[in-house]
């Protein structure tokens, strides 16, 4: 096998990959061991006709595919090897050259890994992320509380309200006619969430229990279901159940239910101390991150497409995964949000070459100080990791390249 590297413009490289006319009739004859047996040739049991009879009723080249296939899978990754690049994408194949008793020559498009000029990375400064608690974040904290631990009342005396819990029946209309997902018996709605499109909530306020109502709305220009967007909508409305929430009051009683604590001033001391240390972590890790901003932003690459498309594709596949943890298939997520394939990767692409060019200059910022990790601290950070992501530690660990993280 040779390989010839050919550099192309904006960090892409065209490796050509020629193998011998012998390799590639080894690749042949795996190829038709592999498919023998789904020929049917007169005269010959299923899979026991020669290969030349095969080809002489169906052409030449009819292994060529299965063939270039084998070859390229058996070469290309030792090829990429070979060639001293640091590739960074998956490669773009191409047949330059296929045929009996002739090298196989195939070309193998990357992308190569950019070279970073760092700007300045040392005494940077950047404005300090103010960690302090106040005393609304307190106050906030002990209504979330107070709403977790608040009881339903049923109401029963006065119509709908603002803020009220209801459950009611429905049923949509546009253009007369019902469509997919406008009726539902028994759901329930808080009067106010602006769960619902438009004013529907609004216009439910000072309805009785069993009441039917007319409720007109319109479904917004940009909404997931393209046949109702813009579309003005009637859904016919019943009030089943009201209920309103009762919030137990803030008291010595109340700290002690909640807390370990006796008093509502010991219980507030601690909510204090919780957000306080909470908004430290926040604040530290936003302090780093505005510090490697400025220094990425002085940093001079250039990174080829090719690149950032495979970071694309990792985001896709990550966004999936979480998805599918949520018992949510992508499509149905591409129909929640209304977007195609083609919009959510444009959407990801400028936080896909964020990622990448903080990667890179992070990377050449540990190569011009010779930063080492230990594998003591190296281990306990995967410990981590693994602990996060409900992993082995081991299993993890083979997934992550050590020179990416000294």
């Not at 002489?56 to 690049?85: H, P, Q, R, V, W």
């Not at 109702?228 to 929430?245: D, H, Q, R, S, Y």
């Amino acid at each position: 096998m040779s390989v010839q590297v050919e550099k192309l413009e904006k960090n892409m490289a065209k490796l050509t990959i020629e193998l011998s006319a012998e390799q590639f009739e080894d690749a042949m004859k795996k190829a038709f061991n592999k498919s023998k047996n789904k020929f049917n040739i007169p005269g010959f049991r299923k899979g026991k006709a020669p290969r030349t009879m095969i080809e002489k009723m169906y052409g030449e080249g009819i292994f060529y595919e299965d063939a270039a296939d084998e070859a390229i899978n058996a070469t290309c990754m030792e090829a990429m090897n070979e060639s001293g690049l640091e590739i960074v994408s998956r490669p773009e194949v191409a047949v330059d050259q296929i045929g009996k008793d002739k090298p196989f020559i195939y070309t193998a498009t990357v992308a190569v890994r950019p070279e970073v000029t760092l700007g300045e990375y040392k005494g940077i400064e950047v404005e300090k992320v103010d960690a302090a608690v106040k005393p609304e974040d307190v106050e906030a904290e002990l209504k979330k509380v107070q709403e977790q631990n608040a009881r339903l009342l049923t109401v029963e005396d006065r119509p709908v309200a603002d803020g009220d819990q209801t459950v009611i029946d429905f049923e949509g209309f546009v253009d007369g006619k019902t469509f997919d997902g406008g009726k539902a018996a028994d759901y329930p709605l808080t009067i106010g969430s602006h769960s619902f499109i438009d004013t529907f909530e609004e216009q439910l306020v000072g309805k009785n229990i069993g009441e039917e109502c007319e409720i007109n709305v319109t479904f917004p220009e940009e909404y997931h279901a393209a046949e109702l967007a813009g579309k003005p909508a009637t859904f016919k409305v019943t009030v089943k159940e009201i209920k309103v929430k009762e919030l137990p009051e803030l008291d010595d009683e109340f700290a002690g239910e909640v807390s370990e604590f006796d008093t509502l001033d010991e219980y507030k001391k601690d909510i204090e101390a919780k957000i306080l240390e909470r908004k430290q972590k926040e604040a530290a890790s936003e302090n780093e991150n505005r510090v490697v901003d400025k220094v990425v932003a002085g940093a001079s690459m250039e990174i080829p497409d090719r690149m950032v498309e495979g970071q694309i594709d990792n985001m896709v596949q990550d966004t999936a995964r979480r998805m599918e943890s949520q018992g949510l298939s992508m499509d149905l997520y591409m129909k929640y949000t209304g977007m195609t394939m083609e919009q959510m990767r444009e959407q990801m692409k400028p936080q896909a070459l964020k990622r990448i060019q903080t990667r890179l200059v992070l990377e050449e910022v540990v190569k011009a100080e010779n930063l080492q990790v230990s594998d003591e601290r190296l281990d306990e950070e995967i410990a981590k990791m693994a602990a996060a992501y409900q992993m082995e530690a081991d299993k993890l660990k083979g997934y992550i390249d050590r020179k990416s993280v000294v």
